[in-house]
């Protein structure tokens, strides 16, 4: 019983891992970056849903919808104002200003409002508690899971059956061609970053209900796991991202359940690791040849 | 070409004013901490950051404290603090400590708040011979530490090891529990130190510790190990660790099912910590804590009503009391001392006996720790209860 307790203790936190990492991998997919600012949307975006439940005195809903879209945009001007002029330059430039930007967005929130945690009102959504069997089931990691997957299938939906994703498809397999064939090049990429960091927006919002407190560095942890999490899935890969985060997290919960508490972000890492030497293709990636 | 220049020129005249204005700064240095009618005490607190709302507290009581005592002044000289924000942080609290001493040039400095960042300024106190009086720090490493007495370290709290015997004491005479378990945050020294205590006491009562956990502070995600706790049984949880943790902690633990009662230290004692956990999952909490506001007796009344007069009628916590004794504290010995000679407050601060204040009766021991009571209150609805004072 105790094990299936844990299992369900590591999806629920999966879950939230796997909505970051959805964002990670879909930017990367699309202009191969990795985006370390992603964890910092993260945060934004749960501030925004804070500030829209307690100023505002918004219900879980809008909120969830005003912090996505406030994201999406934030999302969208960072791309332009840092990326984008970098869109030729080495790869190495461009991963070290996504660091730069990353700690611009925490130390510059601090800067505006200190470093104070907050807590998110406990009761924006009710937590009834399940007992089946003598494994106890919150609503809120139901609805947390749930949400993921929703959000999941209508990314692959956006990704697969939509003329923007057939763009972004495009531009991901050959940048270059896809513009000779009349692909604007840029709104897709901007069209990424917005629907990407609309999804670490909302599991910002999902982050402070289900653990209420919020303070201004809380995106690095969460932002490098969701990292590990869809190199774990195969980075690039949308079903990855989201295999990728429950795993990383059912392995956390495991560890803890071993009585290695302390050990946990630690092994998140030890599987990275091992992950690149041993699979570096991910666990969902397919192995590609490329023509020389 | 000539921009280039002109920028050198620049960055070199620049680099020549600073070097001349520290120099001056340091030129004019002289032992008078203060000049004429003001005595300069520094006060490096946690003002943002993660236990913020520590710093923030003792810097109210303190000011209360201050403004009470400017009235009539010590010797017809009034008190100025200086205020420095360590931002919770250890090396910001060094910094912090060189900036008042060197600089300032302040008669004492009230600070920090917590443990590690008390200790971050000892060695800094002790070279330039500058008493420090920690409010809230309650390791006992702050004021002796390696066999050896830090003499310029004072506190206003009691120490660590007090607080988790007077626990294990409250757990198995007042909620007779058998068994217990003990989840500590593992970067933290005062929650080994309340641990350590705790688990030596429980024992000589004859109860038994039957898991043992740790935590990083900044998890939030505790549900596994509260897992593996829930199933070891235990009729009681000791949980010595600050309220952010706290909070989450009790919350999960309540979620996961885990009723049994919980205690913890001061650390808990914030607002935030009935914002993070909730009021009902809180119920049947304890913690050991400096003073109760719902204490009966007279001077804690007053300091109560002053307050609420000072501060939009809000409640004072234990560390606006801490805040508010520590002034007295140090104004008792300085004017004991009858100069604001650093040495000469060091040493009247020795002698501090008998000192009736809000969080209790001082004598300083020969390791400049009070000897003081604890009280122990009980979270109801979110509110603290005064439950019951344990004297040393």
């Given amino acids: ?292 | 070409m000539k921009k280039k220049k002109l920028a050198g020129a620049f960055l070199s005249l620049s680099l020549a004013a600073g070097m001349l204005a520290g120099c001056s700064g340091s030129g004019s240095s002289d032992k008078s901490s203060g000049d004429g009618d003001t005595i300069k005490i520094g006060v490096n607190l946690e003002l943002s950051g993660g236990v913020a709302s520590y710093g923030q507290s003792i810097a109210e009581g303190l000011e209360l404290a201050t403004e009470e005592i400017n009235k009539e002044g010590i010797d017809g000289k009034k008190i100025k603090l200086i205020k420095v924000d360590n931002k919770s942080e250890a090396s910001e609290a060094t910094s912090g400590a060189i900036k008042l001493t060197s600089q300032d040039q302040v008669a004492a400095i009230v600070g920090a708040a917590t443990s590690t960042n008390s200790i971050a300024q000892v060695q800094i106190a002790q070279d330039n011979k500058v008493p420090v009086i920690s409010p809230s720090g309650t390791s006992p490493e702050i004021t002796f530490s390696k066999d050896k007495l830090n003499d310029y370290i004072f506190r206003t709290s009691f120490i660590d090891p007090f607080q988790g015997t007077v626990a294990a004491n409250f757990a198995s005479k007042e909620i007779k529990a058998k068994s217990a378990a003990i989840y500590i945050d593992s970067a933290s020294d005062y929650s080994k130190g309340l641990a350590a205590a705790f688990k030596e006491q429980f024992e000589k009562n004859g109860g038994k510790i039957v898991a043992e956990e740790a935590y990083i502070a900044k998890d939030t995600d505790f549900r596994s190990t509260l897992t593996r706790l829930k199933s070891a049984k235990p009729d009681f949880i000791f949980l010595p660790g600050y309220y952010e943790e706290a909070g989450l902690i009790v919350k999960q633990a309540r979620e996961t099912g885990l009723d049994v009662p919980f205690m913890g230290g001061d650390g808990w004692d914030s607002p935030k910590l009935v914002e993070i956990a909730g009021a009902k999952a809180l119920n049947n909490t304890f913690i050991t804590n400096h003073y109760s506001s719902g204490d009966p007796d007279e001077k804690i009344q007053n300091f109560v009503s002053a307050f609420k007069a000072k501060y939009k009628d809000k409640s004072p916590d234990a560390f606006n009391a801490l805040g508010y004794d520590t002034g007295y504290f140090l104004a008792d010995a300085i004017k004991r001392a009858g100069s604001a000679d650093s040495t000469k407050i060091k040493e009247a601060l020795e002698k501090t006996k008998n000192l009736e204040l809000v969080t209790g009766t001082f004598t300083l021991d020969e390791k400049h720790n009070p000897i003081k009571s604890a009280t122990i209150l009980e979270f109801k609805e979110g509110k603290q209860v005064f439950n019951t004072k344990i004297n040393p």
């Fill in chain 1, 1 to 292: 019983m105790e094990l299936i307790q844990q299992l369900i203790n590591g999806v629920s936190l999966g879950s939230i891992y796997a909505l970051i990492a959805l964002g990670y991998t879909m930017v990367y997919g699309i202009v191969k970056l990795i985006n370390f600012a992603h964890g910092d949307v993260f945060m934004v975006g749960s501030f925004v849903g804070f500030y829209s439940i307690t100023v505002l005195d918004l219900s879980f809903v809008p909120a969830l919808l005003i912090s996505m879209t406030v994201c999406a945009l934030f999302g969208v001007l960072i791309e332009r104002i840092a990326y984008k002029p970098l869109r030729n330059a080495t790869r190495i430039a461009a991963l070290i200003t996504a660091i730069g930007v990353s700690l611009l967005i925490e130390y510059g929130f601090i800067y505006v409002r200190g470093a104070q945690p907050e807590a998110y009102p406990n009761d924006v959504l009710p937590t009834d508690k399940f007992d089946i069997f003598g494994v106890s089931i919150n609503s809120q990691s139901i609805l947390i899971f749930g949400v993921a997957v929703v959000l999941m299938i209508i990314l692959q939906i956006i990704v697969h059956k939509t003329k923007i994703g057939k763009a972004m498809r495009a531009v991901s397999f050959d940048a270059d061609a896809a513009k000779l064939m009349g692909i604007n090049v840029n709104n897709t990429i901007s069209a990424t970053f917005a629907i990407g960091s609309a999804l670490a927006g909302a599991a910002g919002v999902i982050f402070g209900i289900y653990y209420i407190k919020i303070e201004p560095l809380m995106g690095v942890l969460p932002g490098l796991k969701a990292f590990v999490a869809a190199v774990l899935g195969g980075i690039g890969i949308i079903p990855g991202a989201m295999v990728g985060g429950l795993l990383l997290g059912v392995i956390e919960a495991l560890v803890s359940a071993a009585g290695y508490s302390l050990w946990r972000d630690a092994v998140a890492f030890v599987v990275l690791i091992l992950i690149l030497i041993f699979m570096p293709q991910g666990l969902f990636g397919k192995n590609k040849k490329e023509k020389v």
